[in-house]
C-alpha cells in the first residue's frame, strides 16, 4: 500500500531535549516536504527537499533541521525544542507537479 | 505567507444540500489543489486543476478555475454528513521549486444528518 508513515504519533516532551520526527514513504517520489498546523494559520512549510542531499527552506525553517540521505526517508530535527514548537506536523511526498501525499501527524507538545 | 484565503471559513449545511467552498490567492499558478482534513488527520489530496484548465469533476466533486480572477471553487454536490471536514485549497506558484504548496486557512464544513 502507497503510504507516507511518520514516527512517532504523539510526543509530549521538555523545552531543549532533541528530538527527531521521522518520515518515510514507498513511492519513490522525489519531494517530500515537513509541514506544521497551527490553529488560525493553516499549514506552513517547514523545509523541502527536492532529492537525496537536496534540501530548502520554506515559510518557517527557524528551529528546525532536515537531512535526506535516502530517498524515502526525511526525518524533522528540532535540536533544541522549545514551547512555541507545540504544533501538529505533518510529512508530505510527491512527484513533481503531482499531488501530494500526507502523513498522518505527530501531535508534538514541548512543555 | 499564505498564497490561498478560503471563503467562507466555515460553513453548516443540512444532508443532501450543495456545498461551496471558494479559495482566492495572488501569485501565478502551476496547479491549485484540494485537500479534505478529517479532525486531527492527514489531509487527503481531492482534485488538482492545472492553470489550462477550466472545470474539473470527480465524482460528487466540481473545482473550477479562474486564472484571471485568481480564485477556484469547490462544489460538494449532494452533501453526506460524512463530508464533514475542512477543505483546503492549496497552490504551486509559477516561480515554485520543490513543488511547494502553499495552503490557505481552510473551510471547516459541517454537514448535518
Known amino acids: 500500500e502507497a503510504q507516507v508513515t511518520q514516527n512517532p504519533r504523539y510526543l509530549i516532551t521538555v523545552t531543549g531535549k532533541k528530538l527527531t520526527v521521522t518520515c518515510s514513504q514507498n513511492m519513490n517520489h522525489e519531494y517530500m516536504s515537513w509541514y506544521r498546523q497551527d490553529p488560525g494559520l493553516g499549514l506552513r512549510q517547514i523545509y523541502y527537499s527536492m532529492n537525496v542531499e537536496v534540501t530548502d527552506k520554506g515559510d518557517v525553517p527557524e528551529g528546525y533541521k532536515v537531512s535526506r540521505k535516502e530517498k524515502r526517508n526525511f526525518p524533522l530535527i528540532l535540536e533544541s525544542p522549545s514551547p512555541n514548537q507545540t504544533s501538529l506536523y505533518f510529512c508530505?511526498?510527491?512527484?513533481?507537479?503531482?499531488?501530494?501525499?500526507f502523513g498522518p501527524g505527530t501531535r508534538l507538545t514541548v512543555t | 505567507s499564505q498564497q490561498g484565503e478560503e471563503d467562507p471559513q466555515a460553513l453548516s449545511i443540512q444532508e443532501g444540500e450543495n456545498a461551496t467552498m471558494n479559495c482566492s490567492y495572488k501569485?501565478?499558478?502551476?496547479?491549485l489543489q484540494w485537500y479534505r482534513q478529517n479532525s486531527g488527520r492527514g489531509l487527503v489530496h481531492l482534485i488538482l486543476i492545472r492553470s489550462n484548465e477550466r472545470e474539473k469533476h470527480s465524482g460528487r466533486l466540481r473545482v473550477t478555475l479562474d486564472t484571471s480572477k485568481k480564485s477556484s471553487s469547490l462544489l460538494i454536490t449532494a452533501s453526506r454528513a460524512a463530508d464533514t471536514a475542512s477543505y483546503f485549497c492549496?497552490?504551486?506558484?509559477?516561480?515554485?521549486?520543490?513543488?511547494?504548496?502553499?495552503f490557505g486557512g481552510g473551510t471547516r464544513l459541517m454537514v448535518k444528518p
Open positions: 492549496a497552490t504551486d506558484a509559477h516561480n515554485n521549486a520543490g513543488n511547494m504548496l502553499t
Open positions: 508530505a511526498s510527491s512527484s513533481p507537479g503531482s499531488e501530494q501525499y
Open positions: 501569485t501565478s499558478i502551476n496547479n
